[in-house]
């Protein structure tokens, strides 16, 4: 900050008269407009200052320069005032879903008071919640990590209990009586929001072993285990591809997961649902494939190295829509879609842009340092702010650590904490897991890190290095997934952190040699048999899955009898690769 | 104030119940009402409800008003000031502020020696250590100054300004005068206080 000095100058006693009216001695068109504006007789008096002070400035050296502070000091003060506020919008997490969430249900019972007989009006009767779906933006813009599943705090109807007079006195009088009236007449309807109790009870898992199939590097099955019971079903054919296979997003509903694998040279984008029909959504030339992201439901984004975005729908396959203009970036990484805005990063992912989709228009959001990889992000669910992983490249010569990235391009915001990112809570406040003392914590965002909340103080895997990606928060809540990877024998482990009971189990482990991959919660029920794991029991696969009874892979021309190559059971430290050698159906050998 | 390029024809429909009009209006409207509140408030909870309480008390009263006269951004402004004076009143509400921790001062320092790093990571702590000063000036001012800076800050005019808080023109000249000389003391004497 620089501050004026006018001290030199003789006094005049019109100074303070000009920083009081700076504004109007600014304004192009001020006298016009406080000619027009004033009305009391401070106001008037006001506005013959202003005119004696526009014959007074030119002359006075004091004046000119008090004034050329004040402006000074107006113009720093304003600016730093603007960027508080766009700071302070960034802290707190858009209100719109609820407030339209209201006014839905507003709506309604307006409809329904209009065709109901006449009710008697002014009578004040207490709030009360109810659940409300309200889907708003696609969901999907928290990656793989979990979307918050929002808090709807819905106010209600007067009107539902006004229907029966009689019951709404007696029922006033009761509430009273009972001293819980005030209670209810005071409580604002955000004060309890009310969660919806969404059920995200699975985890999707992607598992892919060593081939010895000529021609197919890898075999890749896509599972869905239930946390709660560790119960488990194979969703997909088995996957032959040459590289592995890429998981994208669970979809914005919990029904479906996007993924893509390479095969004989093409990339090929596909859903659970396209797969298990048989088919993929599209395919791209390896060297022209990057990623590929939910939009909705129904739609997929897929990134293209050197020709654009595409949008397509995931039945039919067909494009919908391709943003060429994305071709400007090279090898573009998407993120998230938040409409109509498209999150996306530069190859080596140390630079964040957003573009909207309906007018095209790109704004850079980070600035390029070139020292972090911005990986993994997630988006909290307002769409406000990106929340990131910052992992040290090699022309980093910093830490790594959790940022804040304003969604706007406002600003990006070391959080000064180290961890791996989660998802977010009810109150939209972000969840990260940190090691303290040996433990893993479950942690909640504050202000600073002093006021960060400790959830879960020891939660599983215990010591265990968490990487990116390796740690998911239900959309609900009510627990986490976290893959660990044993340093001394190689096997990984997945546990289930239950995070209302704060209790924690070891759900599968997989033995040296295999990769699984946590792609997110979802939505599906689990149908398979399979018996519980215990802690060290491993995966159970369900052999009489309608997906490999199908028997058939899902690269055309390559029809396998799927039991044969891969029905097997995995178990605490077996080799799988060598079980898969050798054996055809049945179980590993022990 | 910037306003929405169609806001008189939106507002109009909006008092004649258009379901679509007002939501076009809370999209607009509510990252800067809520701003706002938090810029005040320091609280985002309660940020969230009053912003809510803003735009529902706004909609129930937009049929009693006139569209044809009504300028929605200042009449939207004095709803939301007007929930925040109600809760301090409730509450005898005193405004505690959490001064954001410097980078480098937690547990978990960055190392941000690094060249590549002094740019952006100079450029951080100074927003953290000018928005800490900020905070805490904010808090200091009468509530009235506050909201009048802010105010200020959004664009608003004189005339705006004082039809948002109910007040002259003369009145809202004196105060926000006051409010920036104010602000600049406690700000520069803060300042000095964090250098030595």
């Known amino acids: 900050m620089k501050y004026s000095d006018a001290d030199a100058l003789p006094p005049c006693e019109f100074s303070a008269h000009c920083v009081l009216l700076l504004d109007d001695l600014d304004g192009p068109d001020s006298a016009h407009a406080v000619k027009r504006v004033f009305s009391s007789v401070d106001d008037r008096q006001d506005e013959q200052r202003v005119e004696e002070l526009r014959v007074h400035l030119p002359t006075c050296p004091t004046c000119s320069a008090t004034l050329a502070c004040a402006r000074q000091e107006r113009s720093w003060q304003r600016a730093a005032l603007g960027h508080y506020l766009v700071e302070s919008e960034a802290r707190v997490p858009s209100t719109t879903t609820r407030i339209f969430a209201v006014l839905e249900q507003e709506s309604l019972e307006q409809t329904e008071q209009a065709s109901a007989p006449p009710k008697r009006q002014g009578y004040i009767l207490p709030e009360i919640l109810v659940p409300l779906s309200l889907p708003k933006g696609n969901g999907n813009g928290n990656g793989h990590h979990s979307s918050v599943v929002g808090q709807q705090s819905l106010r209600l109807s007067n009107h539902w209990v006004r229907n029966g007079f009689a019951l709404a006195a007696a029922a006033a009088l009761i509430f009273a009586a009972a001293g819980v009236f005030g209670h209810f007449l005071l409580r604002s309807s955000a004060d309890k929001p009310l969660t919806q109790p969404k059920s995200w009870p699975s985890v999707l898992l992607g598992v892919s072993l060593l081939s010895t199939i000529p021609g197919v590097v890898r075999l890749t099955n896509v599972y869905n285990v239930d946390a709660m019971s560790g119960q488990s079903e194979q969703l997909t054919p088995p996957i032959q591809s040459s590289e592995e296979v890429r998981y994208e997003t669970v979809s914005p509903n919990g029904q479906d997961m996007l993924f893509h694998f390479s095969n004989q040279g093409q990339t090929i984008y596909t859903t659970l649902q396209t797969v298990n029909s048989g088919g993929y959504v599209t395919k791209v030339p390896d060297d022209d494939a990057s990623n590929a992201i939910w939009m909705d439901n129904e739609h997929i984004l897929v990134a293209h190295v050197h020709s654009g975005v595409v949008e397509l729908d995931i039945h039919s396959g067909l494009p919908v829509q391709k943003y060429a203009s994305l071709t400007l970036l090279v090898n573009t990484h998407l993120l998230f879609y938040y409409a109509p805005y498209l999150y996306f990063q530069n190859a080596r992912q140390t630079i964040m842009y957003r573009s909207n989709l309906q007018t095209g228009e790109r704004q850079q959001l980070t600035p390029d340092t070139g020292a972090l990889n911005f990986t993994p992000c997630i988006m909290n669910p307002s769409g406000s702010s990106m929340y990131c992983e910052a992992q040290s490249n090699q022309f980093s010569r910093t830490g790594p650590g959790l940022y804040m990235v304003s969604s706007d391009g406002s600003g990006v915001q070391p959080l000064d904490r180290r961890g791996a990112l989660l998802g977010f809570a009810s109150d939209h406040a972000l969840l990260f897991l940190q090691i303290a003392l040996n433990n893993n914590q479950v942690m909640k965002l504050g202000q600073t890190p002093k006021q960060d909340r400790v959830l879960m103080k020891n939660a599983a895997p215990p010591t265990a290095l968490i990487g990116p990606g390796d740690a998911m928060l239900a959309p609900d809540g009510h627990g986490l997934i976290v893959q660990d990877s044993n340093q001394n024998d190689k096997s990984r482990g997945v546990w289930y952190d239950d995070l209302t009971t704060q209790t924690s189990r070891k759900l599968l482990t997989f033995a040296p040699g295999s990769d699984a991959y946590l792609i997110g919660w979802d939505q599906l029920p689990v149908k398979g048999k399979a018996p519980a794991p215990g802690v060290t029991t491993p995966l159970a696969m369900v052999q009489d899955s309608p997906a490999i009874r199908r028997s058939e892979s899902i690269v055309s021309g390559d029809v396998v009898d799927a039991r044969e190559t891969i029905s097997f059971r995995v178990k605490d430290t077996v080799d799988c690769r060598d079980a898969i050698n050798r054996v055809r159906v049945g179980e590993c050998p022990a | ?196």
């Not at chain 2, 024809?9 to 509510?30: D, I, P």
């Not at chain 2, 004076?85 to 409730?90: D, I, K, T």
């Open chain 2, 1 to 196: 104030m910037n306003v929405l390029e169609n806001e008189p024809q939106l507002t109009l429909e909006a008092c004649k119940g258009s379901m679509v009009a007002f939501e076009a209006l809370v999209v607009y409207y509510e990252p800067r009402i809520r701003r706002m509140l938090y810029s005040l408030t320091q609280d985002s909870q309660l940020t969230q409800d009053l912003c809510q309480e803003t735009f529902l008390a706004a909609y129930r009263a937009l049929p009693r008003m006139s569209g044809e006269e009504l300028r929605f951004a200042p009449w939207l402004y004095r709803i939301a000031l007007n929930q925040v004076r109600s809760e301090w009143r409730r509450h005898k509400h005193v405004s505690v502020v959490p001064f954001p921790t410097p980078m480098g001062n937690g547990d978990e320092v960055f190392d941000d020696t690094g060249e590549a790093c002094l740019e952006s990571g100079e450029y951080f702590e100074e927003q953290v250590v000018q928005r800490d000063l900020i905070d805490r000036v904010m808090t200091q001012l009468p509530p009235a100054s506050a909201m009048c800076l802010l105010l200020d800050a959004e664009g608003f005019s004189y005339s705006e300004i004082a039809e948002t808080l109910q007040d002259t023109l003369s009145a809202v000249r004196s105060r926000l005068s006051r409010a920036r000389q104010t602000f600049q003391r406690l700000y520069r004497t803060l300042e000095e206080e964090g250098r030595s």
